[in-house]
C-alpha cells in the first residue's frame, strides 16, 4: 500500500527542484550514505522497468546512483568549506568507529510527493543510530535537512516524477508486492560528492552523478 499519502497528494516533479540540481553544477552536494552493491541492482532494474511499463515520462535513477542516504552535508564551496573536509572525514569515521555492522532488508515500494521508494524493513533503527550519530558529530558542518531526526525514513529511491498526473502509477504501486527476498549486508558508509544536474544529461553522465570522496569501515559485528 501506498504509505503516509494518497493519490490526492501534491505531486512535485524535478522542475520544482531545478534550481537545487543546477546549483550542483558549481557545488556539487555532499552526502554521506549507504551504496547499494551492483548484485542487488538487477532486481531493482526489473521493477523500474515495470513502472515505465506504465508511464514512460517519469525518470529512473541508473543503478548506479541506488543508495540509501544517511546525512545530507551540503555544497562544497557553498554551504561546506573545502578547508573543513579533514574535520568532516574525522567527523564521519568517528560514526563509522561507533557502529557496528549490520543487515538491511528491503520491503514494499512507497511513494513520497517527488519520488517512489523502495522502504527498509529490517535495519531501520540502526541507519537511524547511524544517521543521528552523524547529525551530532558533524554539527554545524552540515546543513540542517528537511526531513531528518529520529523519526527519518530510510528508502531508495527508484523513480522521480516528472510531470503531476501520475495516478496510474500510484494505483500500480498499490497492488505490487514486497520485497521480501532483497537484502544487503552493510559494512561501510561513504562519503560522496554528488552531481544531482547529471541525472538529467547523457546515459554516461547519469552512470556519474555520485563520486566517492572516502568510505569508512564500521566495526565487525559481534
Given at each position: 500500500m501506498v504509505?503516509?499519502?494518497d493519490s490526492k497528494m501534491d505531486i512535485l516533479i524535478n522542475d520544482d527542484n531545478r534550481e537545487f540540481y543546477e546549483n550542483s553544477r558549481k557545488f556539487p552536494y555532499l552526502c554521506v550514505l549507504l551504496k547499494i552493491p551492483e548484485e542487488q541492482w538487477r532486481p531493482l532494474v526489473t521493477i523500474q522497468d515495470e513502472l515505465l511499463r506504465i508511464d514512460r515520462r517519469q525518470?529512473?535513477?541508473?543503478?548506479?546512483?541506488?543508495?540509501?542516504?544517511?546525512?545530507e552535508i551540503g555544497g562544497l564551496g557553498s554551504y561546506v568549506n573545502k578547508n573543513d573536509l579533514p574535520k568532516i572525514k574525522i567527523a564521519i569515521e568517528k560514526v563509522a568507529d561507533m557502529n557496528a555492522g549490520f543487515r538491511?532488508?528491503?520491503?514494499?515500494?512507497?511513494?513520497?510527493?517527488?519520488?517512489?521508494?523502495?522502504?527498509?524493513?529490517?535495519?531501520?533503527?540502526?541507519?537511524?543510530?547511524?544517521?543521528?550519530?552523524l547529525i551530532r558529530e558533524l554539527g554545524a558542518f552540515a546543513v540542517k535537512g528537511p526531513f531528518e531526526g529520529p523519526d527519518m525514513?530510510?528508502?531508495?529511491?527508484?523513480?522521480?516524477?516528472?510531470?503531476?498526473?501520475?495516478?496510474?502509477?500510484?494505483?500500480?504501486?498499490?497492488?505490487?508486492k514486497p520485497l521480501e527476498e532483497l537484502s544487503m549486508s552493510v559494512g561501510e558508509i561513504t562519503l560522496v560528492r554528488s552531481h544531482?544536474?547529471?541525472?538529467?544529461?547523457?546515459?554516461?553522465?547519469?552512470n556519474i552523478v555520485n563520486e566517492e570522496m572516502a568510505s569508512f569501515r564500521l566495526r565487525d559485528r559481534n
Open positions: 504509505s503516509d499519502l525518470m529512473n535513477c541508473p543503478p548506479s546512483y541506488f543508495h540509501i542516504s544517511l546525512k538491511v532488508d528491503f520491503g514494499e515500494l512507497k511513494i513520497f510527493p517527488s519520488v517512489i521508494y523502495l522502504s527498509v524493513r529490517d535495519g531501520v533503527n540502526a541507519i537511524r543510530k547511524i544517521h543521528l550519530d525514513i530510510p528508502h531508495l529511491t527508484l523513480l522521480l516524477f516528472k510531470t503531476r498526473d501520475v495516478e496510474p502509477l500510484l494505483r500500480h504501486v498499490q497492488r505490487m544531482s544536474y547529471r541525472l538529467f544529461g547523457s546515459n554516461e553522465e547519469r
